[in-house]
């Protein structure tokens, strides 16, 4: 089969190269594809096609189609055609019940088919609805492409790689270089893009990326180019698609069986393979470039029957075969006895990438293809791509006899179409839907013309009054790996996050931050804060310092509560809301001195207030600078009844009780850090949260930690905030809660001219609470679900937002929604509990230390 | 005692500051610049202050961040403060390494490398990008030193 030696092969004979498909050995050498070796070594049948089961073989041996698809080295789907051959691969046929000469599933082909019309699965199998499940598991099965190891690892790199040009052309043709060529000489950086392996080194100038395949053009410009395990995301500020054109099938009955060819395979097996196709031909073709195929047949050593120019009029075309390998072809009714039927309806432009470019695509009446027009600017088309000496003949008549497919990739029948358009289906877009056509592997490019074609014909409208389905990318299938590329997510660490490590604590996300759960006992490091001290990193918190004759002006304005009379070096809880009223985030500000001040955030909402804080700045125009120190400075928050005690030794700071008071800032040094001391408290005991540098966050973590203080994570910290009764905000508020409602009426200062969202806030206080956020203490210690339901009257009337046991108080304790009337201490409330209703009383004072004596102690 | 804003300087600890990018770039080859420059985030017109020995990259015609020395951070601050400008000692909230070659930028940014400096997405991390011929350098926020650090070396993994 395999030729002798030619000049151009691209085979090197001298390197020989074995692999295996099923099992069994195959022979072939370097520059061979998979698909090539197989064909030499006698391979005609490739695989089954997707609902049929039926036979496939070559069919356009460039990338194209559905017909060769096989797992290699355990990736499915991938077209063997174009994958180069390399030793030691493992090749399987895939989907395949049996082998690819005997496929049990080929029943479906035989007996199937009026149990399988199309768009079946919208109307059979759905009942009972219960087995819907089972039925669906059996049409996965039995149908469809490649298996993907849903288990499997990841077990090859995939790399996104950046590149930027002046000129990107996709398509290394004639026309391409050619445009290549003349932006290099002008001097421009120019990329090539081409599917084909290159021969040779690339035109000087030139950087080529081959084989390689452009995926789409997206907005601003961005090509993606799958190559390999590669994948480039290219930005030029021209783009010259030089995509050519494609070969379309002619649609007769049997117009799937294996020996049917495009030109491009014959053209690829003679002149890059050096395999002669067949034994004896015939040659259907309409154009001129197709006809002369049959030379390459004749030079190949094929006997060529007959050459059947199709511009001659409409003909009547009919192929026949056994076990789904052709034997013979009717034409006008003369049967010709062949193993080989080259077969090309004319060539369509490859305008896809244009399309999606923003180009629009017009049905060209006189060539009878699909033209783009209107191209978007900096995107230009070269060469046949752009209609030039393409065209395209319409279909035969339609004969009895086997199946004629429209669209081999899904198995879509020309029966099937006029069934979808007699159901109403009469649009092409929503027969894509419908019966799938264009929706496989090939996107289109050997079933659009031709769907569009029949929907022409049968709806009796132009081809251009059916118009064609939206482009859209990929233009190409492509590895999903590839879209993935590597395996890293952007997270961010605390410049204390190894000593949590080494500590044995289980680390979780909140937002884009890796903090410390716990360190193995929540319950006992909650107990150590009550009982000595404990050390939480709450470096995450967002951090922001204000600064400028106006600062104060500004919080004013952007808070509800006071800022202009905060003393320097004194502190104050801050509850920042929507101009809706909404709560929006809440912290602590510190007045560092009259124009300065330190601003913290909740660790999640860091970046939208510095967001809000610019936006809102860009309205007043106030004279101050926002710089956000979150990175900048690392936190960690010392508190227990022994905080003062353990902290005295390391600062320079006086902590006496006088001196230093609760809601007091001090600067100082800690363990020889500069440090500010903020004297609050977010878990209800004494403590002192310090402010550093970050790059010093493990040397002052050290000090304290040597000192006997229990670190502590967030499962402990958020047990004893609820004792507190402390609200966190985004877990007991949500994008709807208010801070009069949220049982925060303190915060709001009426009295102020103005702050963001007082108005929403009197509309609240005139129309009269409706909800409230209350504590609840439940009477028989189970634990109610965060986010449960609180049950009135058997109706939904609130929900739990925050719940846990608290070891301290001995009882479950939590906060919730609930109506106003409700929000009355010692009320009873009733909450869901696992598939039960569950008492709890209301409680609206701290559950721990009320009157707040150990925090200000 | 009155409050200022020196607990944004690490120089002016007696311990020695750790660079976030210790861990993560250790037996790497890759250098480390997190310790070799300070950075202040100044606010206001720079060019009536010609500084020696610095570097000034303008993020917009109000907002420049200036590049010293570690050490010299917070004196320069105040320098700058004694004449009108703005200035953040954040120094402590940037990491920063230097790597060769654009192919591995390449795998990194989609920034435009022959219009460094720049500001952008490397690694999906915001991050300042200085050219040197060959040599980049990296600036970006220390809480994603490790993932940096692994990214970084990744990258040049692949292309090994
Ligand atoms: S024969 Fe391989 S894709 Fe068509």
């Known amino acids: ?857 | 005692m009155s409050l200022s804003l020196d607990f944004l300087s690490p120089a002016l600890g007696e311990p020695a500051p750790r660079s976030p990018l210790a861990r993560a770039l250790a037996r790497s080859g890759i250098r480390d610049l997190s310790l070799d420059y300070g950075v202040l985030d100044a606010r206001g017109d720079l060019t009536g202050h010609p500084m020696e020995g610095v570097e000034v990259v303008r993020l917009s015609p109000e907002r420049s961040f200036v590049l010293c020395p570690y050490r010299d951070a917070p004196g320069l601050r105040e320098w700058l403060e004694g004449r009108g400008v703005a200035a953040i000692d954040a120094s402590g909230g940037y990491a920063g390494l230097e790597v060769e070659g654009e192919a591995v930028m390449r795998r990194l940014t989609e920034l435009p490398l022959d219009r460094c400096p720049a500001v952008g997405a490397v690694g999906h991390v915001a991050t300042l990008v200085l050219r040197d011929g060959d040599r980049f350098r990296l600036f970006f926020r220390q809480e994603y030193a490790d993932y940096m650090g692994e990214r970084v070396l990744d990258a040049l993994e692949g292309l090994a």
């Open chain 1, 1 to 857: 089969m395999r030729l002798d030696p030619r000049p151009g092969e691209r085979i090197d004979r001298s390197e020989p190269i074995r692999f295996t498909f099923e099992g069994k050995l195959v022979e072939g050498f370097a520059g061979d594809t998979i698909g090539s070796a197989l064909y030499a070594g006698g391979r005609r049948v490739f695989s089954r096609s997707f609902k049929y089961h039926r036979p496939r073989g070559l069919l356009c041996c460039s990338g194209a189609c559905p017909n060769c698809m096989m797992e290699v080295d355990g990736v499915p789907n991938v077209r063997v055609c174009v994958a180069p051959a390399h030793e030691g691969a493992v090749v399987k046929a895939q989907n395949v019940r049996g082998s690819l000469e005997r496929d049990l599933m080929a029943a479906t082909d035989k007996f199937g088919g009026p149990f399988t019309p199309v768009g079946f699965y919208y109307r059979t199998m759905i009942r009972p609805r219960a087995a819907w499940p089972l039925f669906e598991k059996f049409l996965r099965s039995a149908a469809g492409l490649g298996t993907i190891d849903k288990h499997a690892r990841r077990t090859g790199r995939y790399d996104v790689e950046h590149r930027h040009a002046d000129v990107l052309v996709i398509g290394g043709g004639s026309a391409g270089l050619e445009a290549a060529r003349a932006a290099a000489a002008s001097g421009e950086h120019v990329v090539v893009v081409d599917e084909n392996a290159p021969r040779g080194d690339a035109p000087g100038g030139l950087e080529l990326l081959a084989p390689a395949t452009a995926l789409g053009i997206y907005e601003g410009g961005l090509v993606p180019v799958a190559a390999g395990r590669i994948l480039y995301k290219v930005r030029a500020k021209r783009i010259v698609v030089a995509t050519g054109a494609l070969e379309q099938p002619v649609i007769f009955p049997g117009n799937d069986l294996v020996g049917i060819v495009l030109p491009e395979a014959v053209r690829r097996l003679v002149h890059d393979f050096s395999i002669r196709p067949g034994e004896k031909a015939v040659v259907l073709a309409a154009d001129d470039d197709a006809l002369a195929i049959a030379d390459d047949l004749r030079d190949a050593g094929t006997q060529v029957l007959e050459v059947v120019d199709l511009r001659n009029g409409p003909h009547r075309i009919s192929a026949s075969g056994t076990k789904g390998r052709l034997n013979g072809v009717g034409v006008e009714g003369v049967r010709y006895n062949c193993d080989l039927v080259v077969a090309s309806g004319g060539r369509q432009p490859a305008y896809s990438l244009l399309a999606q470019a923003g180009a629009t695509v017009a049905y060209d009446e006189g060539r009878g293809v699909f033209v783009p027009r209107d191209l978007p600017a900096n995107v230009e088309a070269v060469g046949s791509v752009t209609g030039e000496g393409t065209g395209s003949i319409a279909p035969a008549k339609t004969l009895l006899g086997d199946k004629t497919f429209v669209c081999l990739c899904e198995d879509v029948t020309e029966k099937d179409v006029k069934r979808a358009i007699a159901e109403g289906f009469d649009s092409i877009e929503l027969a894509k839907r419908y019966t799938t056509v264009t929706m496989g592997p090939c996107q289109g490019r050997l079933c659009h013309l031709a769907s569009v074609r029949m929907y022409a014909r049968e709806t009796k409208q132009g081809e251009d009054a059916i118009g064609t389905t939206t482009a859209r990318p990929p233009w190409s299938p492509v590895e999903l790996g590839l879209l993935a590329g590597r395996p890293h997510e952007p997270g961010k660490r605390t410049s204390i996050h190894h000593r949590h490590k080494e500590a044995g604590a289980t680390m979780m996300w909140t937002g884009s931050w890796r903090r410390p759960h716990s360190y193995g006992d929540p319950a006992a490091e909650a107990r150590a804060v009550h009982e000595s001290a404990g050390l939480i990193d709450v470096s995450t918190l967002g951090k922001l310092v204000v600064r400028g004759p106006e600062a104060a002006v500004f919080l004013e304005r952007i808070y509800p509560n006071r800022f202009a009379d905060l003393k320097p070096g004194r502190i104050r809880y801050a509850v920042l809301g929507t101009d809706g009223g909404r709560i929006m985030d809440d912290g602590t500000v510190a007045r560092i001195d009259d124009e300065t001040f330190y601003v913290t955030t909740t660790s999640t909402g860091a970046e939208g207030v510095i967001e809000w804080f610019e936006w809102w700045n860009a309205i007043w125009k106030l004279d101050l600078s926002i710089v956000d120190v979150t990175g900048a400075v690392a936190a960690v928050n010392l508190a227990g009844p022994q905080a003062r005690e353990l902290l005295g030794p390391l600062t320079d700071v006086d902590l006496a009780p006088d001196a230093f008071k609760y809601l007091d800032a001090k600067q100082g040094k800690v363990a020889g850090v500069p440090t500010l001391l903020l004297r609050i408290g977010f878990v209800g005991e004494l403590g002192y949260e310090l402010h550093f540098p970050s790059p010093h966050g493990e040397t002052v973590w050290d000090a304290l930690a040597a000192t006997g203080a229990t670190p502590f994570g967030l499962e402990p910290q958020r047990i004893l905030r609820l004792e507190k009764m402390h609200v966190l905000i985004g877990q007991d508020t949500d994008s709807e809660s208010n801070a009069l409602e949220a049982s925060m009426p303190w915060i709001v200062k009426f009295e102020k001219d103005e702050f963001v969202g007082k108005w929403a806030l009197e509309h609240v206080q005139e129309r009269g609470m409706r909800d409230r956020l209350v504590g609840f203490e439940m009477q028989n210690g189970s634990v109610p679900p965060e986010g449960g339901a609180v049950v009135r009257d058997g109706r939904l009337a609130g929900r739990v937002t925050s719940a846990r046991f608290s070891e301290q108080l001995g009882r479950a304790i939590g906060l919730a929604w609930v109506p106003e009337e409700l929000a009355v201490e010692d009320a009873d409330i009733t909450l869901r509990v696992s598939a039960g209703l569950e008492r709890a009383k209301v409680r609206l004072r701290p559950f721990f230390d009320p009157e707040g004596e150990r925090l200000r102690s």
